[in-house]
């Protein structure tokens, strides 16, 4: 099956940056579209972006657009979200996502990154 596994988290101060990496294996995720996802404390999990396969689009939140940046390399199996200009309001535990080539449901997920961001 499918694991991915998220790195890149941490501490940050506010108006700092980070890269949150998510790293697939035991299979590709060709055809696959991934998502990245957060949840503050007492929060639901909430969508932050994701990224297609063919054609590429990514999509983001409002809340994020203009700060963050998801990619991917599929050489690496890896997605990446660059998140600019971090707020406190960012903090959460971040997690990774893939949804197979035409579904709406996401099958995988990863364990999740801590994000903290202070004032």
């Known amino acids: 099956q499918v694991q991915l596994v998220e790195s890149g988290g941490g501490l940050v101060q506010a108006g700092g940056s980070l890269r949150l990496s998510c790293a697939a294996s035991?299979?590709?995720?060709?055809?696959?579209?991934m998502g990245w996802f957060r949840q503050a404390p007492g929060k639901e999990r909430d969508f932050v972006a994701r990224?297609?396969?063919?054609?590429?689009?990514?999509y983001y939140t409002d809340s994020v657009k203009g700060r963050f940046t998801i990619s991917r390399d599929n050489a690496k199996n890896t997605v990446y979200l660059q998140m600019n200009s971090l707020k406190p309001e960012d903090t959460a535990v971040y997690y990774c996502?893939?949804?197979?080539?035409?579904?709406?449901?996401?099958?995988?997920w990863g364990q999740g990154t801590q994000v903290t961001v202070t004032s």
């Open positions: 990224i297609t396969w063919n054609p590429v689009f990514t």
């Open positions: 035991g299979r590709t995720f060709i055809g696959y579209t």
């Open positions: 996502a893939a949804a197979p080539a035409g579904r709406t449901q996401y099958d995988y």
